[in-house]
């Protein structure tokens, strides 16, 4: 079905146009005529599938279908790149519209940001922004919303904690699965490094001399790991940009940019650059540390492979990260292949086999053993 037969206004139909929109996403195709329809959504789709635009469009036209003056849309995001990301695809699928989108965010200043709350209502990313803790805000909001509305909620992963919220948020949404909540972008090849923790930063720069790499972002568990990773590869040479949350406001924007135009061919970044980062031409995502939550790896993973993409997926593992590991495969319900770099001068030697699962006799003993020893 092209995007013509979606029963979109016209002006929204030649702006899909003019983006290249020739057909919808899966995850479009199903959730704008329910959107157009007035009905809550609950939606699952894999990173890079549209999600925004499938949002954005209903939206779009639903103003121009009923205009009227003031704030119409809420939409709520979890990071600052995100709801960037996202006052963009609003502009870009309403550049044939006279309306208008501002963005509220933290690091900057407030002047010209107060605006009223109205009827409509997003969550986008839902389950990152539950797990940053902004339950009581979505909470405090809803509560300031009229009862009749129109609320959406969209999200790459659905935990269990997204569906608490859309079981007070929502009223008897249409649920969309395109995909399994938990699964990886076809497209994306997964390998596993096994390294010792003291060599990662050692190993990393081998690999990165010994690979062709396009353009890489390279996540690390903490602020100040990202800052030293980042330092020491400029310091050899390496084009490499720097994004957490102790970074300006300014200074997140400018590393954005750079990345985004491939003047910086490497970003260093936590996980707040892991969600709604859109940048086609990323070849590589690097885990130089393991996520904690399995959710997380699969939204750090979906930024390559962006609209039905292929991309590379690399993750450094110590012999301290395989739980979280072991969660993640779990999680997708893949076991990913070990790799060793040739030539490396390995301080252990990488353990290429996944540890075999425990039986049910080995978790009694070890439970024995330990009830026996508090015991004494």
């Known amino acids: ?80 790149e995100l709801a960037a990301q996202v006052e963009k695809m ?15 965010i933290g690091g900057v200043s407030y002047h010209g940001q107060r605006q009223s709350l109205a009827q409509g209502l997003v969550l986008d990313e839902a389950d990152r922004m539950l797990d940053m803790g902004f339950l009581p805000d979505i909470r405090n909001i809803l509560s300031r ?29 249409h649920r969309i699965e395109i995909s399994r909540p938990t699964s990886v972008a076809e497209g994306i090849s997964q390998v596993i490094y096994p390294i010792t923790q003291t060599q990662k930063t050692e ?4 690999w990165l001399k010994a690979t062709q790499i396009h353009s890489g972002l390279i996540f690390c568990r903490t602020k100040h790991g990202a800052d030293r990773l980042a330092t020491r590869l400029n310091a050899l040479g390496f084009s490499v940009g720097v994004i957490h949350s102790n970074r300006s406001q300014p200074q997140r924007t400018a590393a954005m940019d750079s990345f985004r135009a491939g003047r910086t061919k490497l970003l260093v970044a936590t996980d707040i650059a892991a969600r709604g980062i859109d940048v086609r031409q990323i070849s590589h995502v690097i885990n130089y540390d393991l996520p904690r939550h399995p959710e997380d790896y699969v939204h750090r993973v979906g930024r390559t492979a962006r609209a039905y993409g292929v991309g590379d997926a690399i993750t450094l593992m110590a012999p301290d990260e395989q739980t979280f590991l072991t969660a993640i ?8 292949p070990r790799a060793v770099l040739p030539d490396f001068p390995y ?8 540890p075999k699962p425990k039986t049910l006799g080995q978790i009694r003993w070890k439970n024995f053993r330990r009830s026996f020893r508090r015991s004494r």
């Open 347 to 354: 301080q252990a030697p990488p353990m290429l086999a996944p």
């Open 145 to 173: 919303l009229p009862r009749q509305r129109q609320t959406m909620l969209f999200s790459a992963t659905l935990a269990p904690e997204v569906e608490h919220v859309a079981a007070f948020a929502l009223h008897h949404p």
């Open 90 to 104: 609003f502009s870009d699928c309403g550049r044939f519209t006279p309306f208008k989108t501002a963005v509220v």
């Open 203 to 206: 190993f990393l720069i081998a």
């Open 1 to 80: 079905m092209p995007f013509s037969k979606l029963g979109l206004h016209p002006d929204l139909t030649r702006a899909a146009k003019s983006l290249g929109f020739i057909e919808p996403t899966p995850i479009q195709a199903q959730a704008i005529p329910l959107a157009l329809k007035g009905e809550d959504l609950l939606g699952c789709a894999q990173t890079g599938s549209g999600k925004t635009a499938a949002f954005a469009f209903p939206i779009l036209h639903h103003l121009l279908e009923h205009p009227r003056p003031g704030l119409r849309v809420l939409i709520l995001v979890p990071t600052r």
């Open 329 to 336: 495969e779990r999680f997708t319900g893949a076991t990913f």
